[in-house]
């Protein structure tokens, strides 16, 4: 540890603040982004493979010798934005082995659904999201699947997603052109009678097996009241693979994390954990960029520590309110303080780097500064499991991203609780972000690229590589170099 404090001396600019009489306190150092630095290679050994990379990291506090409550089997969550982490993104990152956390900027009975769908999840047994009853027409049918782009709608007695099972819709049922648009659900939807449908408490084996048999697209679960549980589909067989990193307590359900605030905690916490709640809830708190930031969480509790104000891809909070600091000059500050208050007291407080990661290469060069873990929310927007529409803009497929200091996040307010007026000024702004498929596939590379890294920097742990490793102020002619320079690339379009 006493090297590990010597090598952030080392690249971190000492902060020397003066404080003469009634002037201000003045910080020496410049405020720096992650794009500022580079990473020395180190020693690459034989055991430096990326198989033998391992990225597990703490998520909550622990003391000195002891493993964290929760660790993290990726150093990734997911930001707490409505634009982000709903359920859909949240299963996906934890069977990938990070951790989302359910927006909070949301009525206490939605999120607590969302977070409740979370841990209801069984890999293959879906809950449906797209639900209408009998006496629904065509027309809300064809605005459904706009909405969700999903074509099979579970048509229950009550329109809920665990209703009575009273039929189903695909796009076979109907033809969006030629149909009379008032028709009504019951007149076209396949009914309960003419449906195969398996019972809670088969396995997935058993479900995929029926789906065969049958030539199904989908197969409904009902309980033994006829209410429908979950689906199976056909086209998640890919999908139904054994995770090795999934992200699962002793109960085997998927770990979730949900945004809490200061004003409803009273009553949010308690409906979104149910039962008894006390010290068993971890909490992490932010967001900070400097010592004393960190410290005066650290004595109201916190579990861990998010850093970063101003960075976030959406955010105008710089620009509009004249705050913040450079991202990765926040996070050297807050890891050392972290180091010397372990240091103190044998109690080590993950620190959690929020916000501005613009390329992969950022996120191995936040863990090297000391982050235990980072927080996207650009980066997951762009994936089919974040909760937003793809819009397809000038030829190019986009989704929607907006932050949640902008208008748009905050009307759920004016909508739902009948309060609060419009923002008199807005620190974040609504956005497009280029689709980029599924999370898996991109989660992937970004993965294999931070294993890689590693490797070059002689680490197969996060620790490690936060011991280790080497780091250089970069120039911005050292920025041009870095890039492809002086070629004419070809257009691989052609
Ligand atoms: P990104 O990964 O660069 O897109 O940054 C995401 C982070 O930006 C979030 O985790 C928040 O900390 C922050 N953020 C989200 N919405 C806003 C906003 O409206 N204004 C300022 N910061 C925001």
Redesign the pocket.
Known sequence: MKTYLNRIQYFCTKIHPVNINHMAVYLNDVSRTFGEYLLIPGLTTKQCVPTNVSLKTSLVKHNVGEKSPIELNIPFVS???QSVSGPELAIELARNGGLSFIFGSQPIASQAEMVRRVKKFKAGFVTSDSNLTPENTLADVIDLVNQTEHSTIGITDDGTPNGKLLGLVTSRDYRAEKDDLSTKVKEFMTPFSKLIVGEVGISLKEANQIIWDHKLNTLPIIDKDQNLAYFVFRKDYDNHRENPNELSGADKKLLVGAGINTRDYMERVPALVKKEYGDKVKVGAG?VVDREGFLYLVKAGADFIKV?IG???????RETKGIGRGQATAVIEVAKARDEYFEETGIYIPICS????VYDSHITLALAIGADFV?????FARFDESPTKKVNINGSYMKEYW????NR?HNWQRYDMGGSESLKFE??VDSYVPYAGKLKDNLDVTIGKIKSTMCSCGATTIPELQKNAKITLVSSTSIVEGGAHDVILKDHNR
């Open positions: 930001a707490i934005m967001n970063g960075g976030g891809s959406i955010c105008i909070t929020d916000g501005g990661i927080m996207l929310g650009r980066y932050g949640e200091g902008s996040a620190e974040g």
